[in-house]
């Protein structure tokens, strides 16, 4: 059992080797660079859209002495996690139960609006290792996956619901597998006598798939895949973005890390057209938009960890951080 739980967060990135301590709830990545790039200062108002476990925010509230923070987080269990663990600097941060979307309409945030706001999207390690919460791969895990367990549909239910199309493009987009519609197929196949409900059910089906047994990759990918779905982390992305925009005030940083190639992009493109000078279609003769940009993109290319971080900390393997700042 420990063998594989190592296997799955080796796999996950969430480990480097036997013996080193996992990473997502205990060094925040790209933790200099987050800083550089929000630069806190005192009196003004940040927000963490994904506290997770409180490392970034730690790091945001102590790097000046008297900002204020909100800390946000889908997962009530994270959020209790983060009361405890800042609970040293609970004048300076307030939680807030929800995806970060929905930041943008808290009393506060709009009243002053936000002087810096950060995401780490994705996963933590709290919740990739609790069985309880069935993100994982290990033997005899109920499939759930959500991150808030308060609502929504879980794996279960997707893996019943999704018709063939819907279950291949999800492997296909979110897991980039060769064979995700002969593992669409196969799951289709396998519900009409028995759902799936575990983790076992899930790897059969995948082992059928690719007609070998599937290594700790291969079915981080696919369990990867299923968790974007069901928590509709895409979507999330793309409705928060434009959404914490609108509430950054002049001069704020909006500073993102993703973990997936479809997040990234999603970041990227939002950044490109916020720094447009002209957004008016081509054919226009003459421009009728606001002919201004909104802000500049800071990060011309992604910033990636370096090997020393990667080695210390595996989970930052995949990490891309991109800022953009809003014009004053
Ligand atoms: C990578 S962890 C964050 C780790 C954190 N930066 C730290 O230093 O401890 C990502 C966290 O974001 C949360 N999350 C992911 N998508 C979210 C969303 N759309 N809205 C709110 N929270 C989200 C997850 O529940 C998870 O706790």
Redesign the pocket.
Known sequence: MIESKLDERRAAGMVQEKGKEPA??HE?VLRAEVLDLLHPRPDQLYL??????????REILEACDDCLLLA????LE?LSVARTALSDLRDRVRFMH????MASEDIEVRDRGLDGAFL?????SH?LDSDSRGFTFRRGVALDMR?DTSQGHDARRLLADASEAQLTSVFRDFGEEPKARRLAREIVKRRMTSPLETSDDLVAALVVALRRSPSPQDKARIFQAVRIAV?E?VE??KL?LPAIREVLNEGAVLVVIAYHSIEDRVVKNAFRDWSKECICPPEFPICTCRGRSLGKTLTKRPIRPLPDEVERNARARSARMRAWQRAA
């Open positions: 997502g709830f925040p963490d859209g994904t506290v997770g476990g409180g490392g970034h925010a946000v987080d889908r997962d994270a929800g995806r970060f979307e780490d999207l994705g996963v933590s919740q991150m928590n982390e999330s992305l928060a």
